[in-house]
């Protein structure tokens, strides 16, 4: 057995009532394939920094912003394999990345939103440019 984790992205488009069945249907894809759920953590909407397009039938979307989220799963390659082609029928997810990871979660983005609050309360920067380093010219 092999852990995998898909990192998806939610066309802006959907309404956040609507949210809890599209990751139902990611994990429905999962589980259809034969794979388990181990972690995931709910999608919320996220800046991108370049826009991104779309297009379902005769509509084009050029989205700004999307819908971040993640899950965790186990399952064999060939499970894996079935996986990504369930995902790329669902017409609601802008892009999703399937990857190898490891069993233990890490890193949540939840995690870091409160590191980086602790941080802002701290009064410690939170950016290069408030840290006071310096940055290198780029010499051409």
């Known amino acids: 057995m092999q852990t995998y984790e898909i990192g998806y992205l939610i ?23 034969g794979g388990t759920v181990l972690d995931g953590e709910a999608p919320f909407k996220y800046d991108l920094s370049y826009t991104m397009t779309k297009t379902i ?8 912003e999307a819908y971040l989220g993640w899950l965790k799963f186990e399952g064999e390659p060939e499970q894996a394999v079935a996986v990504k082609s369930g995902l790329d029928k669902i017409d609601e997810l802008l892009r999703f990345l399937l990857v190898k990871a490891s069993r233990e979660t890490t890193f949540t983005f939840a995690k870091a939103r409160e590191a980086l609050e602790e941080k802002e309360e701290v009064g410690e920067p939170t950016s290069v440019e408030d840290s006071g380093v310096a940055k290198e010219a780029v010499v051409e």
């Open 11 to 33: 066309l802006p488009s959907i309404p956040e009532n609507e949210l809890s069945g599209i990751t139902d249907a990611i994990k429905a894809v999962v589980e259809k394939a």
């Open 57 to 64: 039938g005769a509509s084009r979307y050029v989205v700004s």
